[in-house]
Every structure is written in structure tokens, then in C-alpha cells.
């Protein structure tokens, strides 16, 4: 029986390698908790910083040959793991992929999609359908098959993610970068060299008046005319304040179908992003619950998983990130 610090399948000895790049064609080794050293993509769609990291990947048996194979450094857990903790996202939070970048040309937020997809049909296990209808309660905006012989989870970009925060591209942003393959259009700076957390800010993107018309008319009660616009103005800044600072609330107002098509995602806009799970403990390519853990090698039909930012319709995407389990003893070359 394979011990604790070991992923075996067949006899077979397996780590976690995580690879991205502008599309499934173009991936090559990323540096997982190598918060110093993001990967660059720069595109004629995209221009941005991706960072993954995974909790205990250093303990599991081959990481070290894997590193050296894919000529990247060997590090403990990225010290993001300890600030999300302190900034109250939980102490058991396993995996975290950061996105920090900005469009080079104007979408709008429905047509922006955070999408995990796999190229063969899944072997499912019991009590499928309930899972399903679990993530289609968490998201209704989400896209899910998984009986198909491509399954696939599709949802807008602005209610999938943990955390977003936007901001302007300044200048001086500009200015202070010197990597980059388009001089016309350089990626914004990478914001966590230590580890930073995304804290989120939506204030730009959600307008004013939209944080006032969520709360109900009660002041409309009121017989003075005074009172009713001071309870009205106060009732639009304090619930913007909300929406533009709680996640859960950012999540409610982009569900609404008209919130959603009415955003626009802005070229001069930096969108920072953090998607962060407590259950999927991707150095064992399993689903943690409380007392056991789901082995996803067989259901997911031993295939990787693959994330990607992208158009909902597929044709344009903007990133990918792949996680797949690679024997250590032979563990294939990625270029």
C-alpha cells in the first residue's frame, strides 16, 4: 500500500506537474509556489502574470527528480498559504491559482469564461448526479456536462473566481515593467513576489447607483421628503460598499444576467484574480473530505485537468493552466 507521501497507481509512481501558457499548443513547466517568478503571457488578447500553488507538493516522492527534470527550483509551501490564513480564507486552503493581467481588447462579462475541460469521457462514480446539481446551486450561471465524451464546467469569469480585484493601469505601472514581448502593451506588475494576497476591490467595475438599487424601497415609506433621500443616499453608498468588497455579493450581483452582459471588460483595466480550494489536494490528485479522500485517477479516466480563461464559445482563449500526474522513474521531457 502506497505510504503517505506517495502517489501510486498500477505500481506505478506518480507527482503532480503543472504546466501553462497562452493556449493547449504553447504550455511549457510552471514553478509551482515560485511566487517570485510568474509565468508571462503576452498575447495579442492578453497580457498577464499566472502563478499556481499546491500545499505539501515538496513531500511527495519524485518532486525533487521532477524539478530538476523540469528545470525548476525545489521550494516549501508558499508563505501565500500563512497570509490567506491571517486574512481569514481558512487553515486548510490546498491549492491557489492567481491571475493578474488585462484584456487588449473589450469583451463583455458574459461572453468571459473560467472553464475546466478534459478531452475523454469521464468514469463516474456513484451519486454523480448529485454533485452536479450541488454545482449548478453553487453557480446557476455555470455550464456543466459530465456524461459526455468531453465533459466540461464552464462559468463567467467575475462569479467563478474567490476573489477579484480591478484597478487602473497607470503609468507608472507601464513604466516600471521591462518584460515584455509587445513595448506598445506591456502585462501590469506582479503584485505577490511574497505571496501576497488579492484583497477584493470591485468598485470600479460595479457603479454606484447599481449598490443602491440593490437594497429594497423601504425608505419610500417615509413622510419626510429630507429623510427619504438621506436614507436613499445612505442606503446607495453602504450597500455598494458591500458588493464592491464582499465576494459572496460580487458573485449575487453578476448572477443576475443584466449585471453580467452589462459589464465591460476594459482595456485599461488590471483584473487580479484568486481561485483557492479546500478540497482538492492537487499534490495527490485527490478530493479531500472530512474522514477521506476521492483518488481522481480513474474517474477523471487518468487524464489532466485543464483550466482556462477563455470566450464562453471557446474560440478565443486567453490562458491555460494544466495539471497532470507524470511517472517519476520516466518522466517525459516537455519540450
Keep these: 500500500m502506497p505510504g503517505l507521501n506517495t502517489v501510486e497507481h498500477n505500481n506505478i509512481r506518480y507527482r503532480v506537474r503543472v504546466s501553462a501558457g497562452p493556449n493547449s499548443q504553447q504550455l511549457q513547466p510552471l ?3 515560485d511566487d517570485a517568478n510568474p509565468l508571462l503571457i503576452d498575447t495579442e488578447e492578453f497580457s498577464g502574470h499566472v502563478m499556481f500553488r499546491i500545499k505539501g507538493q515538496d513531500q511527495i516522492q519524485g518532486y525533487e527528480e521532477g524539478q530538476k527534470q523540469d528545470g525548476l527550483m525545489m521550494l516549501k509551501d508558499s508563505p501565500w498559504f500563512q497570509n490567506a490564513a491571517a486574512a481569514g480564507r481558512g487553515e486548510n486552503l490546498l491549492s ?6 488585462r484584456f487588449k481588447r473589450e ?3 458574459d461572453q468571459v469564461a473560467f472553464a475546466c475541460l478534459f478531452d475523454k469521457p469521464f468514469r463516474l462514480p456513484p451519486l454523480t448526479s448529485i454533485a452536479v446539481k450541488f454545482f449548478k446551486a453553487l453557480d446557476p450561471g455555470v455550464q456543466l456536462e459530465v456524461t459526455g465524451p468531453k465533459p466540461y464546467y464552464i462559468s463567467p469569469l467575475l462569479s ?3 476573489t477579484v480585484n480591478v484597478s487602473m493601469l497607470t503609468e507608472q505601472d507601464q513604466s516600471s515593467t521591462t518584460t515584455t514581448t509587445s513595448t506598445s502593451s506591456p502585462p501590469p506588475p506582479w503584485p505577490s513576489f511574497n505571496g501576497e494576497v488579492i484583497t477584493e476591490d470591485t468598485s470600479l467595475i460595479v457603479p454606484e447607483e447599481e449598490g443602491g438599487a440593490c437594497l429594497g424601497n423601504g425608505e419610500k415609506e417615509e413622510t419626510s421628503k ?3 433621500l438621506t436614507i436613499k443616499l445612505k442606503t446607495k453608498k453602504t450597500n455598494n460598499n458591500i458588493i464592491t468588497n464582499d465576494p459572496g455579493a460580487r458573485r449575487k450581483h453578476f448572477n443576475k444576467a443584466k449585471n453580467l452582459n452589462n459589464h465591460r471588460f476594459l482595456k485599461d483595466h488590471v483584473y ?3 481561485l483557492f480550494d479546500h478540497f482538492m489536494d492537487c499534490s495527490r490528485f485527490a478530493i ?3 474522514g477521506f479522500a476521492l483518488d481522481l485517477f480513474k474517474p477523471l479516466n487518468e487524464q489532466p485537468i485543464k483550466y482556462a480563461y477563455q470566450t464562453q464559445d471557446g474560440s478565443v482563449t486567453f490562458l491555460v493552466v ?3 500526474l507524470v511517472p517519476v522513474d520516466n518522466i517525459p521531457s516537455t519540450v
Design 31 to 33: 514553478g509551482v509556489n
Design 96 to 101: 491557489s491559482l492567481q491571475v493578474v493581467g
Design 107 to 109: 469583451w463583455s462579462g
Design 160 to 162: 467563478a473566481m474567490n
Design 226 to 228: 429630507s429623510r427619504r
Design 272 to 274: 487580479s484574480f484568486e
Design 288 to 290: 479531500k473530505f472530512p
Design 322 to 324: 494544466v495539471l497532470e
